[in-house]
């Protein structure tokens, strides 16, 4: 199982999509300042989270909230929580 995952930046506008198999952990790399992409932006609260099956359905999902219709949506449910 893996989780597609969006999480927001607390301090600044951002929002990072990701994948993973363990949610909880990944979460609290993020936070902790361990990734390098991420650590500029932390700490992070988690916006979306949906299961999927397997790894290459989870990043076709990914691809999609990447994308700027996928953004809208996530941005969309900050505006409207």
């Avoid at 993020?30 to 991420?38: A, I, L, Q, R, S």
């Amino acid at each position: 199982m893996y989780f597609v995952y969006a999480i927001k930046s607390m301090h600044r506008n951002y929002i990072y999509v990701g994948i993973t198999s363990d949610l909880d952990g990944r979460l609290d790399q993020h936070n902790k300042g361990y990734e390098k992409t991420t650590k500029p932006y932390a700490p992070f609260e988690l916006i979306y989270k949906e299961e999927q099956p397997d790894r290459e359905q989870a990043r076709v999902r990914e691809k999609y909230l990447k994308s700027a219709v996928g953004k809208r949506f996530l941005r969309s449910l900050i505006q409207n929580p």
